[in-house]
């Protein structure tokens, strides 16, 4: 595995730093029944997405006002779904070794500010910087995202890390010219097993 040498970590929300796959999935399953798409279809494809994208290609014959209603209907069904919503495996772990190390940090998310800020603090997770699709003209896959998060941390994207659960987040990544950390077997600069894994990669690093 590669050695990571980074000044900066550019974390993705959900399924990367908070699990909120279970009520991610029960959003678009209920969202999918209201609208009359393939709930399967739709979960195949919404994961790491602004829900803008996914609705266009799920209902090509909308305008731009249906796409906008049904993306905030999408968005209406998960900020209050929150009981099951907690920190990924090693990401408590993580953020206190990039504290150690004094690597700075940033969450970017294709979450509205008001569903990452709800799903962030009931993982009891507080980003120094945060980037949502709010902040942006265009969502992942495109890099703006992650490039604004680099200019607010003063880190040249190429000095930094993206970690990210999904391959439309990690070609945002690669396109912002950052390194990357895959997880879930998806294909990166590093594959970590999770974030505990990472963190003592990061640590290795700076030995």
């Known amino acids: 595995m590669e050695r990571i040498e980074v000044d900066a970590v550019l974390l993705d929300m959900d399924g990367t730093l908070v699990d909120s796959d279970a009520a991610v999935e029960r959003a678009?399953?209920?969202?999918?029944?209201?609208?009359?798409?393939d709930p399967?279809?739709?979960l195949a494809i919404a994961h790491g997405s602004p829900a803008d994208h996914t609705v266009r290609r799920l209902l090509p014959?909308?305008?731009?006002a249906g796409v906008a209603a049904a993306a905030a209907r999408q968005l209406a069904l998960q900020y209050d779904d929150l009981a099951d919503v907690v920190p990924t495996r090693g990401a408590t772990h993580l953020l206190s070794t990039l504290a150690r190390l004094g690597l700075p940090w940033a969450v970017v998310?294709?979450?509205d500010a008001r569903l990452a800020k709800a799903r962030l603090a009931a993982a009891g997770i507080t980003p120094p910087v945060l980037v949502t699709v709010e902040d942006v003209s265009a969502g992942k896959p495109d890099p703006e995202g992650y490039l604004r998060a680099a200019a607010l941390l003063g880190v040249?994207?190429?000095r930094c890390l993206v970690v990210e659960d999904t391959e439309v987040g990690l070609r945002a990544g690669r396109a912002a010219g950052a390194r990357t950390a895959a997880l879930k077997g998806l294909d990166g600069d590093v594959r970590p097993d999770d974030l505990a894994h990472l963190a003592r990669l990061l640590e290795a690093a700076r030995a």
């Open 28 to 37: 678009w399953r209920r969202w999918a029944t209201e609208y009359g798409v």
């Open 40 to 42: 399967g279809q739709a």
């Open 61 to 64: 014959e909308l305008d731009e």
């Open 109 to 111: 998310t294709s979450a």
């Open 156 to 158: 040249p994207p190429a």
